[in-house]
Nanobody, 127 residues
Framework: QVQLVESGGGLAQAGDSLTLSCAAA??????????VGWFRQAPGKGREFVAAVSGTSAFTDYSDSVKGRFAISRDNTKNTVYLQMNTLKPEDTAVYYC??????????????????WGQGTQVTVAS
């Protein structure tokens, strides 16, 4: 069982940076056993994959829309995953969710990926 809590969202101006955090509480397996992904959903749109990191940070993956601007990282000693968002754009406005799964990030884009989800944090980027 994994419980996830996102934080760090808020209002930013275009070009600003924000860092989101995803804190996990795990009960049966160590946090490093779980890959973690960030997803977002803008008003009126479907959920979109943003970035993912494997359990030991050996592998990362990014959507084309954020590659080069966002960076995902994790600290397994703190059971936390971070999403550093730079050069924010108005189109980055969305609710951001983190999700964890025992499966590989190789299949993170599948709609079935993500056994555990957080409640989301709002990011609003003004132009």
């Amino acid at each position: 069982q994994v419980q996830l809590v996102e934080s760090g969202g808020g209002l930013a101006q275009a070009g600003d940076s924000l860092t989101l955090s995803c804190a996990a509480a795990v009960s049966r397996r160590p946090f490093r056993d779980y890959a973690v992904g960030w997803f977002r959903q803008a008003p009126g749109k479907g959920r979109e994959f943003v970035a993912a990191v494997s359990g030991t940070s050996a592998f990362t993956d990014y959507s084309d829309s954020v590659k080069g601007r966002f960076a995902i990282s994790r600290d397994n000693t703190k059971n936390t995953v971070y999403l550093q968002m730079n050069t924010l754009k108005p189109e980055d406005t969305a609710v951001y969710y983190c999700a964890a799964d025992e499966s590989s990030i190789a299949i993170v884009r599948l709609s079935s990926w993500g056994n555990y989800w957080g409640q989301g944090t709002q990011v609003t980027v003004a132009s």
